[in-house]
């Protein structure tokens, strides 16, 4: 059974800073390419950063370049976003999301919410 389960959310304020955290199992972590996304309230869910399955290459949606980093330890099938610099329109539920093929899975998400 797969497994994705996001940590590290929670209540910062505006410039703050936190470390997101998911971790797979159930699958072979190391030939996913994973991803980032948010959903914050009356809103569509958007891509926030991507990291293929090597970590080789990364991708990043404009809102968040120079922001955010994506990364991903594969010998502890957990990927990572740094989220620095936030403000209040980063306020979302953010979920991870892993793609192999026809396979595609999410965790569950984790709120960050940003306000003084």
């Known amino acids: 059974q797969v497994q994705l389960v996001e940590s590290g959310g929670g209540l910062v304020q505006p410039g703050g800073s936190l470390r997101l955290s998911c971790a797979a199992s159930?699958?072979?972590?190391?030939?996913?390419?994973m991803s980032w996304h948010r959903q914050a309230p009356g809103k569509e869910r958007e891509l926030v950063a991507s990291i293929t399955s090597d970590g080789g290459r990364t991708n990043y949606a404009d809102s968040v370049k120079g922001r955010f980093t994506i990364s991903r330890d594969n010998a502890k099938n957990t990927v990572y976003l740094q989220v620095n610099s936030l403000k209040p329109e980063d306020t979302a539920e953010y979920y991870c999301k892993a793609v192999y093929s026809w396979r595609t899975y999410w965790g569950q998400g984790t709120q960050v919410t940003v306000s003084s």
């Open positions: 159930g699958l072979t972590f190391s030939s996913y390419v």
